[in-house]
């Protein structure tokens, strides 16, 4: 007997969720149990579980407002690694895709592509197996040469080095959190982040790092 994968769908559109229910329903390998019209919601939907069980599969959309589909990605898999995560989006952009695999995403799929091309990628999901089609894995390959030819320092995401520049200017976690619609939790998780990357000890330091590499506005 074939299982039945569990589908999670996450998209701030109501128009696109119920798109892709309808796709889906057209598949018996598949069931969609819970949608969530952000990222937060979609925590708050794990975090109180599933009668039937969690999700298998989340179709994940790369652009919310609050936590975007790359944080969302990043902190589920933070707390349910067993999660396989697709990225769906309109946009085709070589430090997006790099971001999304970078966060954990299994696949990252545009909205383009047909039912058929999606089930697809749900099913490779659900092994573990990445599916990507050509234009997505060229851009991969070139944010990964852009990313080793800018050098260390350019390793931060972008959301890495807003973080950065508000730290430079001497804003607190609370403020930084504030200012891009994100958690503080998230906050400290990207100042860690930099303090590794960076190679320094405090957030003094990374001020004068972004100071040094004249990214900072002077204040």
Request: proline share 2%.
């Amino acid at each position: 007997m074939t299982s039945v994968h569990k589908i999670m769908i996450v998209d701030d559109h109501d128009m696109v969720r119920a798109g892709l229910k309808t796709y889906l329903l057209l598949e018996p390998n598949f069931e969609v149990i819970a949608e969530a019209g952000s990222g937060e919601e979609a925590l708050r939907l794990l975090q109180k579980g599933f009668e039937g069980g969690a999700p298998d599969v989340v179709l994940m959309d790369l652009m919310m407002p609050g936590m975007d589909g790359v944080e969302t990605t990043r902190t589920l898999l933070a707390q349910y690694p067993d999660l396989k995560i697709v990225m769906l989006t309109s946009f085709l952009e070589d430090e997006k895709v790099l971001a999304a695999v970078e966060a954990g995403a299994v696949s990252y799929v545009l909205k383009t592509v047909s039912a058929e091309e999606l089930v697809y990628a749900l099913s490779g999901a659900v092994k573990g197996m990445p599916v990507m089609t050509a234009d997505v894995s060229q851009a991969l390959t070139r944010g990964l040469r852009q990313r080793t030819a800018q050098g260390k320092e350019e390793g931060l995401t972008e959301r890495e080095k807003e973080v950065l520049l508000l730290i430079a200017e001497g804003h607190s976690n609370k403020e930084i959190a504030e200012e891009l619609h994100i958690s503080v939790k998230t906050v400290k998780t990207h100042v860690s982040n930099l303090l590794m990357k960076c190679e320094l000890e405090d957030r003094t330091q990374l001020a004068v790092y972004a100071h040094r590499k004249g990214w900072a506005k002077n204040v």
